[in-house]
Each structure stands twice: as structure tokens, then as C-alpha cells.
């Protein structure tokens, strides 16, 4: 039996996340270890990254599918919440000022935002990116799940790694969204060869952040995000 | 020799040669400086700032940094640094940015990404050439807990950092127009590029 593959249709998936009926589901795989995966996901879609086996480390990249020139950006998505690790509300942002996603579960805390993916990362990136029409000068820096780092004061790394198998991060999409996924070892990742396990992705339809969550008025900066978000699809519509 | 003062608010871009060498020079002090560097042969190879962090195991920029490229190579190297540190992680300033941190008000001020977008175009480079690049001159220290601070510079006039490229390396810099934090000291002033065969 192969673990590693899509099941299709999503909604047979054997097992959804609690609460998330069956016939919701519209993404279910088990990323092999060193490989990639990519998907195109309406807006309000939640997507659940899980670490099966305690050392995946799934590297992702975000576009609006809508136009994807516009995409990921890591260093706004650090600056504008004033906080460098990756957590439960922690917004994926835009180069427009928009969220793309939200990370509204995460029971990992063990995540990268600062070192990118390397050359393994990069190599499944330009192949998935492809297939979405996206060339390498489209592959911005890309934020890891999984496997963590920290910074010291004097701004050397301290590589703490991964917390352990069956750890999840959920992420809600604001807009529709290309996502790239990579399940390849951490750039600092200190072992010599570093051992890397199964992805297992889960996606199901759902509703984006509205102004009623306490997420929208955490703070001004996200408020204004979500505002941005909101005039941008609206308008579209 | 190029010797050129860059206004305050203003773009500036140029090939630096391999082996030469690029003084950038913090006039008044105080005033962050946005780079981009690119392979002048192929665009598509360009400053990496999560490979550069990766590879010298360390957020800061100082005296022997290497800048790497989004293939790990080397572009250029940081050979004299009168200031200490530096950043790669806060990006540029935007527009758009400006409406989060600073509210819809700043939607029409100058900012960075217009300098990085405009001076680019000259060189075929458009926005999806546009990645996380470096601020000289610019303090951003993380907290134990994550929290990132752009602090006062630690800068100061007449201070200079000196680059030597590796191979033939395109600059872009945008002279920030930021004024609504201490990264210019509110007070965004020229700086001056000295390119050294």
C-alpha cells in the first residue's frame, strides 16, 4: 500500500479533521518525502499541514490566483505583525498589502521564516511553479513548517527542529490561492544527512476571516490588511 | 570611478564590475539605504536574503557577509563596514505597506518599492524581480520572543560600508523616503556612491 499519494475524490478521504463533514473535503495527499505539491484553492478553503511522522518540513509558497504576480511576501508578513516566528494568527501577506492567509491552528510552534528552502526547496519549486505558468523569477523567499529556528541576540540561529510527529499547522485562505508545497530537509538543518518524512495535506471549503472575528481587530495593522483584502475582492466580484 | 550623490528620496542604479568595489556612504546619518543586486548577466540570479542568512548562520550583515544569490553564490562581499550591522529581513517600505503600518493616510507618500519598481524598469527588471532585500544601515533586532524592532540607527554621518562584488553584479538602491519611523530619523537625507575599479 502506498501512503504517499492523493485520494480522489477528497471526500473519501478516511479520516477529516473533526468537525469537517466528508463531503467538504477538496484536497487530501500524503506529500512524499522530497516531494512537492500544488494546488489551486477557492477563497475561505482551510488547508491542514500535518507532520506524520515527526520530521517533514513543508516549505510553502502563495500566490492569488487571480494574478499572481502578486504573492508571498516574507518580509512584510514578519514586519507588519512586529513578530519574526510563525504562529497562531499570524498573517501570510501579500507585496499589495493584502493577507493572502491566516494561520488560525498550529500545534507545531516550530516554524521558519527567516532561512528559505535552499536549493532542494528551489528545485521543486521551479517544477511545481511550472505548472502553474510561473517561471523562476517568480519564486519569491518562502516561509517552512516544521522544523524550527530561532534567533539569538546576536543573531546567530539556533536550530531547534521539529516537535514532533503528528504536529499540525491550519491555514485559511483569504483569497483564492495557487499554493506550492515542498517536503525537503531545512536549509540549516545541522544533521549530515538529514532524515525527512511524509507531508499529509487536508483541505475543505469554509468561510474567510470576517469583521465579527476577533482575529480582524487583533490589531490596527491586521485590520487594515484584512480591509485591503476585502476592497480588492469586493470590487472584483 | 563613479562618485555620485543619491538625493534623498531618490533611486539609483549600476553594473559594479567583478572585483570592484562600491562605497556607500551615510552622509547625514542615519538613513536607511534599500538594495537589490542581480547577476548583470542573468537577472534571474539574484540577492537571496534567506540564502544569505542560511549560509553565514546569522540575521545580521556585517564585516565579511556574504551576500549569496538564490543559488547560493556568492554576489558580493561586505570588506569594510563602519556602522556593524545591518538588516535583510524588514524589506522595503510600499504604498501598500505604508497603509498597514501607517494607516490609508500614507497611501500617496513615496516609498521604496516606487523607487525599486521605476529604477528596474531601466534595467528590463519588473515586480516579480523584486525579493526581500537589504537595509543598510538599518537596526532590526529580534527579541527573544520574536518581536522585531526597528530601532534608532546606529549609524551616524560619514559612516560608509564597503562592498566588493564577486562577479559582475547590477545594483539597485532606493535612498528611503520613509518618514513615519526612526529608520531615517524621520528626516530621510542624501547618501553618496562611490564605485572603485
Known sequence: MVETMPTLPASAWPDPPAGVPASEMTWAEVVAPGGATSKVLSRGTHVRLRDLHGQACAHLLLYNAEQPWERLNVADTVKIPWQAYLGVGHPLLSDQGRVLATIVADDSGRHDALCGGGAPARARFINAAAKHGLEPRDLPPSVSFFEGVRVQGDGSLNWLGSAGAGRAVTLRCELALVVLLADVAHPVDPRPEPEVTALEVLAWRGAATTPDDPLWTSTPELRRAFENTTDYWEARA | ?197
Not at chain 2, 19 to 46: K, M, P
Not at chain 2, 87 to 98: F, P, R, Y
Request: hydrophobic residues 40%; proline residues 6%; glycine residues 10%.
Open chain 2, 1 to 197: 570611478m563613479i562618485d555620485e550623490t543619491v538625493a534623498a528620496c531618490a533611486p539609483w542604479s549600476g553594473v559594479v564590475p567583478a572585483a570592484s568595489t562600491l562605497q556607500i556612504v551615510d552622509l547625514e546619518g542615519n538613513q536607511a539605504v534599500d538594495f537589490l543586486a542581480y547577476n548583470a548577466h542573468d537577472t534571474a540570479e539574484r540577492y537571496s536574503a534567506p540564502d544569505t542568512i542560511a549560509a553565514q548562520g546569522n540575521v545580521f550583515l556585517a564585516t565579511g557577509s556574504v551576500l549569496r544569490t538564490n543559488l547560493g553564490n556568492p554576489l558580493m562581499t561586505i570588506v569594510g563596514d563602519e556602522v556593524g550591522r545591518h538588516d535583510t529581513i524588514g524589506g522595503a517600505c510600499s504604498k501598500e505597506s505604508n497603509t498597514l503600518r501607517y494607516g490609508h493616510h500614507t497611501k500617496h507618500q513615496h516609498a521604496c518599492v516606487e523607487n525599486f519598481l521605476a529604477e528596474g524598469s531601466k534595467w528590463g527588471l519588473g515586480k516579480r524581480d523584486l525579493v526581500s532585500n537589504i537595509n543598510w544601515y538599518m537596526n532590526v533586532p529580534i527579541e527573544e520572543d520574536g518581536t522585531l524592532g526597528i530601532v534608532d540607527g546606529i549609524s551616524a554621518p560619514g559612516l560608509s560600508l564597503t562592498l566588493r562584488a564577486e562577479i559582475d553584479t547590477l545594483v539597485l538602491v532606493s535612498n528611503c523616503p520613509q518618514i513615519n519611523n526612526p529608520c531615517n530619523g524621520f528626516n530621510p537625507t542624501p547618501v553618496r556612491m562611490i564605485l572603485t575599479p
